[in-house]
């Protein structure tokens, strides 16, 4: 991914009330950012932050984390955050790979929200569903692991279906067409885009047993 640098970006970022500094050091600790023992629901690539703004807002019963690797992208989640008070959402800025570094059985849900695909099979282990991911998430899950995908990209959804089989999960909810079921759903800005177009939404919810 090729992203035009913001100036600025990473002071704005960091300078977020809702940005948590050196999450490493609260490693098991997280429950006293947010105050309570309520779950934690993470979304990995958070993007805009259109998502897990609106998932925040919706359900105060519930904390929530978003990362992001790309301080240009994170900036405009930030902005939009400028003006809101929102008690149980936080953002880190980094990279999930560094997960383990940061969260230690704290985690209820992973958000995988229109990640990038990596279509080429020499990248497939950079794809958020690979078996090097699943092995990551495995420690910073509290209890059963819950993986939540969503994606316009069938070719990534296919391969994700069969990432997820093959670590262990059971696929409990799966939809060609999002859009047209009757459930909740809070979009994204590519979600918004790509549905306005008339492109399918796939979605998928994971629990490995």
């Known amino acids: 991914m090729r992203l035009r640098r913001v100036k600025n970006a990473l002071e704005t970022v960091e300078n977020s009330k809702y940005i948590i500094l050196k999450p490493e050091s609260h490693k098991g600790k ?18 805009k932050g259109d998502f897990i703004i609106q998932n925040a807002i919706n359900h105060p019963e519930n904390n929530y984390i978003g ?12 902005q939009k955050l400028e003006c809101l008070d929102i008690p149980n959402l936080r953002l880190i800025h980094m990279d ?31 794809r958020l ?7 990551i998430y495995d420690s910073t899950f509290k209890g059963k692991p819950h993986i939540i995908q969503k994606t316009d990209n069938i070719g990534l959804f296919a391969s994700s279906i069969v990432s997820l089989s093959e670590y262990g999960y059971t696929i409990h ?7 047209n079921e009757d459930m909740e759903n809070f979009e994204t800005e590519y979600e918004h885009k790509f549905s306005s177009k008339g492109q399918k939404i796939n979605y998928l919810d994971a629990v490995k047993e």
């Open 30 to 47: 997280f429950n006293e950012i947010f105050g309570n023992n309520n779950p934690i629901y993470l979304e990995i690539g958070m993007g």
């Open 129 to 135: 569903t690979s078996s090097f991911f699943l092995n």
């Open 96 to 126: 999930a790979e560094n997960l383990n570094e940061v969260f230690d059985k704290e985690i209820d849900t992973i958000f995988l929200n229109f990640s990038d695909p990596w279509p080429k099979n020499r990248h497939a282990k950079r």
């Open 67 to 78: 990362l992001e690797k790309y301080e240009s992208v994170q900036m405009r989640a930030v």
């Open 173 to 179: 909810n799966c939809s060609l067409d999002l859009h």
